[in-house]
């Protein structure tokens, strides 16, 4: 699993809760009677008894909400995520219909290069989103939020810690005050990723699923100041510039950590 990424914010969208239609499918098929996701692999169970699988949806169209908006997305191709050892990871490349009828991925190029995505399951239902997006980074660190860390406890909060880091949402406002293309080592008291032990990077803070415990350095000088944090977000104040060390941020909670430039 890689350690380092450029941060850019997420992309994705929520799959509508009726069921989809297949249209890679001839009319004679049996109706759709569920469809769930586990992991991030999608699982459509039918009206006859037989269940699909990703794999056994290439070449299918689902009707989705895409980024907000109703949306045709076709599933061009799935494959195992060759980072994930749990063997829960699966990557979809995602296309939508362009206005000329050609079909175009959907998601932009992530930090290794990739253009594919994922269902994952949210507290309102399926929700889709790109590796290249903050939830999709965070699955494929290792914080899969369907899963138990090596503690035994789930590892949703670390997901959800991860997605405010990567994000740079210090204020765990939904703000994210970061810009696509930044540098960032991660890593976690489970060890799930490990810091890098290249000089150039930094502590830059620590990260719970309310946002940042403490703050030693801003990732983006140009967005916003350590003062400004402590003014905008009260719960900070205290907590930014020198005093927030790796100690000080694992003994205030932080379940993911993250290292950038000063």
Known sequence: MFRR??????????LAGASPSFEAFAQTQPT????????????VKLSEGRTLRSKDLVGATLDVRFEG???????AAVEPDPDDKSGTVWLHT???RQPDGSWNNLCSTGPDGRRQGFPLQGAAG?????????LGKCVRFGYRPWAN????????PQHAACVRMVRGDYGGSGEPWTRDGMLIDV???????????????????GWSP?????????RVKENITLAALEEKYPRLKGRTGAICTEEFARANGALVLNRSRP
Do not use: Y
């Open 69 to 75: 908006e109703p949306a045709k997305v076709r599933i």
């Open 187 to 205: 890593f976690d008291p489970q060890g799930i990723q490990v810091a890098d032990a290249s000089p150039d990077l930094a502590f830059e803070a």
């Open 126 to 134: 399926l929700e889709f989103t790109c590796s290249a997006g903050a």
């Open 5 to 14: 990424l450029l941060a850019g914010l997420a992309i994705g969208g929520a």
């Open 94 to 96: 995602m296309e939508g």
């Open 149 to 156: 860390g090596p503690d035994g406890k789930p590892l949703a």
């Open 210 to 218: 309310d946002g940042a415990v403490c703050i030693h350095h801003v």
């Open 32 to 43: 759709v009677s569920s469809i769930s996701v586990e992991g991030t692999e999608i699982v």
